[in-house]
């Protein structure tokens, strides 16, 4: 494995830290039915930690974000914004950051 997942108390702050000139988005087309089933499948491809209860989505909502924090090898910090919303499957903006842009770049191609 070539990425750990790692609790982030403050997702926020940490995604404030690394920057936005060091992120990469790009937007997908998932074919799940539902909000639930995008989360639970980004969270087992990506292999990172779910931050402040993000893999929970509230009930009747047709948008989500799901925050996700990890350690790529060598102690390189990954974090990833994924914004969902039900259309026809589920439409994904993936934002991710890291203090690496090539991890960066690996992340955000892994979806594709």
Not at 19 to 36: H, Y
Not at 41 to 59: A, H, M, T, W, Y
């Amino acid at each position: 494995d070539y990425v750990q997942r790692a609790i982030k108390g403050n997702f926020g702050a940490a995604w404030e830290e690394v920057g936005e000139g060091n992120e990469l988005s790009d937007t997908f087309s998932l074919p799940m039915k539902t909000l639930e089933e995008a989360v639970k499948n980004i969270v087992l491809f990506l292999g990172l930690q779910p931050c402040e209860r993000s893999d929970k989505v509230p009930e009747g909502k047709s948008s989500h974000t799901l925050l996700l924090s990890g350690v790529f090898r060598g102690g390189v910090e990954v974090l990833v914004k994924a914004k969902l919303a039900l259309s026809d499957g589920v439409a994904m903006q993936l934002m991710v950051r890291s203090e690496d842009p090539e991890i960066a770049e690996l992340m955000t191609t892994a979806i594709a």
